[in-house]
């Protein structure tokens, strides 16, 4: 538990830490929107090619950046066996069969490309927004970027303190579930033994107490921001005012650039293609 990124910062000093979140959360849309689009096998090599460059510029150890995807290591090979074993290939022999399960080429392909879009998606949005970026600058640039819908009488402060403290109780939340789950054991819980529906229920005890936990939380912080006098975003302040740099234009601009450069390979008849 202790290796989930969401919300998870990495203190260190590198060129990613320094750019101002509000390009960083532009460039993590684009970038989530490019994997989406992504359909040969050219243009998910340069994904690929793109969250290597990442993982270097962030500074954060390779451990840590593998440690964070074991929570989706079981939702990974389930939709890469989906994708083997349910695509079919019209006109085409399978590559191998038995009983009722059939492999083919488009299938490994497809597999492949999911493969390497959720590892892209996650990792790249880690290194970009939640590895290097505090939940308070991320709420922050959050909130400018949302600002013009306060015309259209939206709570954009409102909505951005809601991720705020989201971001920052999940670790706590985690914390706390690892707590609950060595009491259990003392008390000679088992959690690992049995078939699925017994381990399923054996979650029971760690589940009841874990939302009561919350719950009691929710209520102290709302009762700790109503004595403080905490009344939304009219007439609020900011301790940092963020700047943009020309440094940041200038990734930004090249990062569209990069991006619509991986898009555009789906033009190009350079290796498979879904």
Request: glycine share 6%; hydrophobic share 55%.
């Amino acid at each position: 538990m202790k290796n989930i990124a969401l919300g998870q910062y990495y203190p260190a000093r590198s060129p990613l830490h320094r750019m101002d979140p509000r390009i960083k959360l532009i460039i993590a849309v684009l970038y989530i929107v490019a994997a989406f689009l992504c359909k040969n096998l050219l243009g998910f090599a340069l994904l690929a090619a793109s969250v290597v460059l990442l993982v270097i510029l962030s500074r954060v150890p390779l451990k840590t950046v593998l440690g964070s995807l074991k929570m989706v290591v079981f939702i990974l090979v389930l939709t890469v066996a989906i994708n083997i074993f349910l695509t079919k290939e019209e006109g085409a022999e399978p590559l191998w069969s038995f009983w009722i399960f059939e492999v083919y080429t488009k299938g490994l392909y497809s597999a492949l490309f999911i493969a390497l879009r959720i590892l892209s998606m996650i990792i790249g949005t880690c290194m970009l927004l939640t590895y290097t970026t505090t939940p308070i600058a991320l709420t922050d640039a959050l909130e400018r970027l949302l600002s013009p819908l306060r015309h259209l009488k939206l709570p954009v402060h409102e909505f951005s303190m809601m991720m705020s403290i989201a971001l920052r109780f999940i670790p706590t939340i985690m914390e706390e579930a690892e707590k609950i789950m060595a009491a259990q054991k003392a008390r000679g819980a088992g959690f690992t033994e049995g078939n699925l529906i017994k381990r399923i229920k054996s979650l029971i005890p760690i589940l009841i107490p874990l939302f009561a936990s919350v719950f009691r939380r929710a209520f102290e912080l709302a009762t700790a921001m109503t004595c403080r006098c905490y009344r939304g975003g009219d007439g609020r302040t900011r301790m940092t005012t963020m700047r943009m740099h020309a440094m940041d234009i200038i990734v930004l601009i090249v990062s569209v650039a990069a991006l619509a450069g991986i898009v555009s390979c789906n033009y190009w008849n350079i290796g498979y293609t879904l």
